[in-house]
């Protein structure tokens, strides 16, 4: 018999006293305090984090600067309940979620 405990990163994301209004879409929340490794943890938590974290974030810090001083966007569907889907082990956008050049 195999015994193990694992943080779940979708309940840790979705605790009241840790993100207020935890459903709703804030990314202004990342600015207003830093979060401790064990209560944002999109690449694991602990020792057994992702070995890919650091090219992932250096990657989409590229990424997002590129889009952003060459692009105005705006979502092409106004509809405030847009809601991230379970697609395998991690969340995304719904399959209608598209964005617009502005």
């Keep these: 018999m195999c015994n193990a405990v694992l943080a779940s990163i979708y309940l840790t994301h979705r605790r009241g006293d840790l993100y207020p209004e935890p459903e709703k879409f804030g990314p202004e929340r990342f600015l207003?305090?830093?979060f401790s490794p064990y209560e944002f943890i999109?690449?694991?938590?602990g020792s057994r984090r992702c070995l890919g974290m650091v090219l992932a974030q250096f990657e989409?810090?590229?990424?997002l600067a590129t889009i952003l001083t060459n692009a105005r966007l705006s979502l092409s569907n106004q509809s405030p309940d847009l809601v991230p889907v379970r697609r395998g082990a991690l969340l995304a956008p719904e399959a209608n979620f598209t964005m617009l050049k502005a």
């Design 32 to 34: 207003e305090r830093q």
């Design 42 to 45: 999109p690449f694991g938590g």
């Design 60 to 63: 989409m810090k590229i990424i």
